[in-house]
């Protein structure tokens, strides 16, 4: 059974640091992209990053250097570090293994306020 652990989330004040953790187990993703997408109340959820299982990496205009996206492929992985947090990056915030079907996790809150 696949499954998809996140943690890392909560409150966090502006200009504040979290790092999101989401861990596989069941298969092995090794090969396989793996991202993170966020949905924020009365928007649709968006890609935030993703990347490859070689280590290269797309990032959402909204977050291009304050979010990086790394993943450890030993221990089935893929991290989140979000730095300089704004109110606008509150949201729930889904990891997403790409095989040949979409695994997602269960979603973590994010919330950014003083």
């Known amino acids: 059974q696949v499954q998809l652990v996140e943690s890392g989330g909560g409150l966090v004040q502006p200009g504040g640091s979290v790092r999101l953790s989401c861990a596989a187990s069941g298969r092995i993703f090794s090969i396989y992209t793996m991202g993170w997408y966020r949905q924020a109340p009365g928007k649709q959820r968006e890609l935030v990053a993703d990347i490859t299982s070689s280590g290269s990496t797309n990032y959402a205009d909204s977050v291009k250097g304050r979010f990086t996206i790394s993943r450890d492929n030993v221990k089935n992985t893929v991290y989140l570090q979000m730095n300089s947090l704004k109110p606008e990056d509150t949201a729930v915030y889904y990891c997403?293994?790409?095989?040949?079907?979409?695994?997602w996790g269960q979603g973590t809150q994010v919330t950014v306020s003083s």
């Open positions: 997403l293994v790409a095989a040949l079907k979409n695994y």
